[in-house]
């Protein structure tokens, strides 16, 4: 158990990282980076989520086996481990790997909300983008090595910089050797910040959408709302048919909004393919457009 009552600092150079103890009885804390929320864990129960988008993407590792089966997941950015800690408790033993960019705040993390025991996470420190451009022939891969990032089941980039999303690992070509990696029916779940018009959401979409033949949107508020609000949005996308789509039930109630196929395409309205070329990073949360 954690040594601490209240609130830790992390080593993250000049930026001011904290796990904060939230509520002692579930064992729940919060990792904030320069007070900005990044991952909220229960030690307790490492089965609850505290927000809806981390939900979402918990229900499609939930469809993507039968309960209790072991699933090759691959984590683009570690936070707290709140998706890790959530598959080991679910489906435990599973193989996953995590890469990040920062080895002394995930140790920092790791001292103070220790993962449990028994689990099969792995961990390979680097930028994400430079470890998917690796050539995959040159891997040595050996039965049971999770650091060999191949044929991952699910994957999901969550890649924050404190609020930002750089482009270059939101590109056409980023998301191409993601694809590469993935099993033939492996899913991607990109988690994304925006707000109306969705100008960065609809180019990923976009972007995504010229990758895999699957793509679908799920968000907790009206897509074209003009005055809504900066908010979470989930892409889903993949080449085999997405239990997002067939099965919308699965993220429960109040069921989020979901577009996909001609509502998707609708919602896109040409929005252009994002490659690295001609990239952005994504929106800025403190800009006065979503006061």
Known sequence: MPLFSRSRRLPFGRRDARITLLDKRTQRYELSVDDIPQSVVSLADPRSLEYPYIRHIARVIDA????????????????????????????????????????????????ALPLPDGHRVEVRFGDARAVADEPIDEIAATDGDVTAWRDAKVTVVDLWDAAVIHRRVASLEFYRRVAARSADDGVIAVNLLDGSPFDYSRRQAATLRAVFAHVAVVLDFDPVDDEGPLGNVVVFASDAPLAAVTHPQLFGAPAPEQLHGDALTAWIDGATVMTDADGEDSPDPDDPRWD
């Not at 936070?79 to 790997?97: D, F, H, I, N």
């Open 64 to 111: 993507e086996a039968p309960a209790g089966e072991e699933l090759v997941v691959v984590h683009l950015g570690a936070g707290a481990l709140t998706l890790p800690r959530y598959v080991q408790a679910t489906r435990p033993g599973s193989p996953q790997l995590v890469v990040e960019f920062e080895p002394e705040l995930y140790a920092g993390m790791l001292e």
